[in-house]
């Protein structure tokens, strides 16, 4: 498959539209007067499994033909691609093996259980996630499905800012956390394809800035076991997602721990929701850089997922 086209997007947006949801946007004046700016935020919090990943695995285990779905389909994933992905196999009623490291978020653990994902466990590092994968792969006949570097996942992903587009006119910016790039680069092609006069900037973690110095230096750059609450972003980009990402993508900001966790707070304060750490990167970075050209526009920002393991905040009440 070649990179996803107009064509393409729209296919993806049509076939997934009866199992996923359209999520709401939201805004806050307050968050507005911090930022400058008139802010659109996206709320994949609300999406099925809940995150933005529903999406892509959505569009992927779909697009499979009956012959290659009936073997069921395959993935590693820590988390919210893993759920997606149990999810949208089972409502295409098919199997999916989901490779997991021993140490994912208990709360991503059964949620991937709870949507009918049958887990394998390994070692916490890539070579033991995609050594297990390829054993499981070989055993069942399943469908592997990347949790980011394939054009099937980037074009479903590309579905949310599409929606966005369409529930919110005239954007001047939209900005997506970054990390393997699935979302980023699906961004990117909505925003080409049917929003052009919208800028795409990627927002990262300081301490997990593989992408930023990916973009900059025009190769890529693995990530190197980073240290960031933004769990959901500690990932490296791939091939694909790179060369969309180089291609259409402006610029990527930066957020450190602690505007990562300040923009936290603000969202569940003003606007009244849950988010997982990732999601307040657009934010963080907006507020943290403060960029003058974004002063006084509409800028849109995308929420990913709420999959918080609540539990961690209650331990001192237990």
């Known amino acids: 498959m070649t990179q996803p086209d107009k064509a393409t ?179 990117a092609l909505a925003a080409h394809y049917f929003s052009p006069q919208t800028i795409v900037l990627g927002a990262e973690p300081q301490n997990a800035n593989d992408a930023y110095r990916s973009f900059h230096a025009g190769y890529i750059i693995p990530a190197d076991n980073p240290s960031t609450i933004a769990d959901g972003l500690r990932t490296s980009l791939g091939d694909k997602t790179f060369g969309i990402i180089r291609q259409y993508v402006a610029d990527i900001l930066l957020a450190s721990e602690e505007w990562i966790v300040k923009a936290m707070r603000l969202i569940w304060e003003r606007l009244k929701i849950v988010i997982e750490p990732s999601c307040a990167l657009p934010l963080a970075a907006l507020l943290q850089n403060r960029p003058a050209a974004l002063q006084g526009k509409r800028v849109g920002l995308i929420l990913t997922g709420g999959n918080l393991d609540v539990g961690v905040f209650f331990q001192q009440y237990q």
């Open 9 to 187: 997007i729209q296919a993806a947006v049509a076939r997934i539209k009866p199992y996923i949801h359209q999520t709401p946007v939201l805004s806050s004046r307050s968050l507005d007067a911090l930022a400058g700016a008139a802010l659109f935020f996206k709320c994949e919090n609300f999406q099925r499994t809940g995150s933005f990943k529903m999406r892509g695995a959505t569009n992927a285990v779909f697009s499979l033909s009956e012959q290659a779905a009936a073997k069921g389909v395959a993935t590693h994933s820590s988390g919210n691609h893993a759920q997606a992905l149990a999810k949208a196999a089972q409502l295409r009623g098919i199997p999916a093996y989901v490779v997991m490291p021993s140490n994912a978020p208990q709360s991503k653990v059964e949620g991937t259980k709870a949507a009918g994902g049958a887990i394998v466990f390994c070692q916490p590092t890539l070579q033991a996630r995609e050594a297990t994968l390829a054993q499981v792969v070989a055993q069942t006949g399943a469908a592997f499905i990347h949790p980011y570097n394939d054009y099937r996942t980037i074009a479903g992903q590309a579905s949310c800012a599409y929606e966005l587009f369409q529930q919110t006119e005239s954007l001047d910016y939209v900005i997506a956390p970054c990390g393997g790039g699935g979302l980023l680069s699906g961004t």
